[in-house]
Nanobody, 127 residues
Framework: EVQLVESGGGLVQAGGSLRLSCAAS????????IGWFRQAPGKEREGVSC????????YYADSVKGRFTISSDNAKNTVYLQMNSLKPEDTAVYYC????????????????????WGQGTQVTVSS
């Protein structure tokens, strides 16, 4: 059973930084892509960043390029999202999700096909 557990959220002032963690279990980590998504109140969930654990390729939403960095520690089955220069509009519940890279629903360089959602972690950026 795929399990994903997010941690690292919190309250931070604008311009500050946070690092989120997504600990994975129940599947062969190297065969999956892991994505970070977020949902703000009253808004639809949107993709933030994703990484392929097999080849390390990454993808970012335009809104976070240059500020957020995704990385993967395959030995720990954990994906991180380093968030710098945070803005109030980054406030949301952040979720991680996974998809097998061999899945027909996975498209490298996109946020399509992800599932098996974690419970989320709240990020609040004050102005």
């Amino acid at each position: 059973e795929v399990q994903l557990v997010e941690s690292g959220g919190g309250l931070v002032q604008a311009g500050g930084s946070l690092r989120l963690s997504c600990a994975a279990s129940g599947f062969t980590f190297d065969d999956y892509a892991i994505g970070w998504f977020r949902q703000a109140p009253g808004k639809e969930r949107e993709g933030v960043s994703c990484i392929s654990s097999s080849d390390g390729s990454t993808y970012y939403a335009d809104s976070v390029k240059g500020r957020f960095t995704i990385s993967s520690d395959n030995a720990k089955n954990t994906v991180y999202l380093q968030m710098n220069s945070l803005k109030p509009e980054d406030t949301a519940v952040y979720y991680c999700a996974a998809v097998p890279t061999t899945s027909g629903s996975y498209y490298p360089g996109s946020f399509q096909g992800f599932g098996s959602w974690g419970q989320g972690t709240q990020v609040t950026v004050s102005s």
